[in-house]
């Protein structure tokens, strides 16, 4: 791992699902697995840590609180074209949060992976 590797954390429900959805839907490829507590997988510069319930970032917080999958922060994936990556995907069963919005910067949607996590697709607007 070298400074130019990005690594983001992604609670999860169950990490082999994760890493399944992740390498069979959008390209990661695995690297460590230490299920059921982690893993991780890459795709280019991006580390995805995928940390369950067993793992140290899953444990209770000194108030209480129990980390979880979700919310809407998210890692953020450029695709070519995006209606085609929505039909593929579609067709695998992949569930979205989102339709496809258009802004000024491009068009995007929003996935969710098999604990919630969002994802976003991104197609840069002229791509």
């Known amino acids: 791992m070298t400074d130019q590797t990005v690594s983001v954390r992604y609670l999860v ?12 839907h959008l ?15 890459r795709r ?8 369950g319930p067993a793992s140290s970032a899953g444990r209770a917080m000194p108030d209480g609180r ?15 074209d995006i209606d085609a990556e929505v039909a593929r995907l579609r067709a695998g069963g ?9 802004g000024p910067g491009g068009r995007q949607i929003v996935l969710d992976d098999p ?9 840069p607007a002229g791509g």
Request: aromatic share 10%; hydrophobic share 45%; no cysteine.
């Open 66 to 80: 129990t980390p979880h999958p979700g919310g809407w922060n998210r890692i953020h994936l450029l695709v070519e």
């Open 44 to 51: 280019g510069n991006l580390r995805l840590l995928l940390s």
């Open 94 to 102: 992949v569930v979205f949060r989102s339709d496809i919005v258009t």
């Open 115 to 123: 604990a919630g996590n969002p994802v976003e697709l991104f197609q």
């Open 13 to 24: 429900d169950d990490v082999q699902a994760g890493v399944d959805f992740y390498t069979t």
């Open 27 to 41: 390209g990661f490829s695995p690297h460590t697995a230490l299920p059921p507590a982690f893993a991780d997988v």
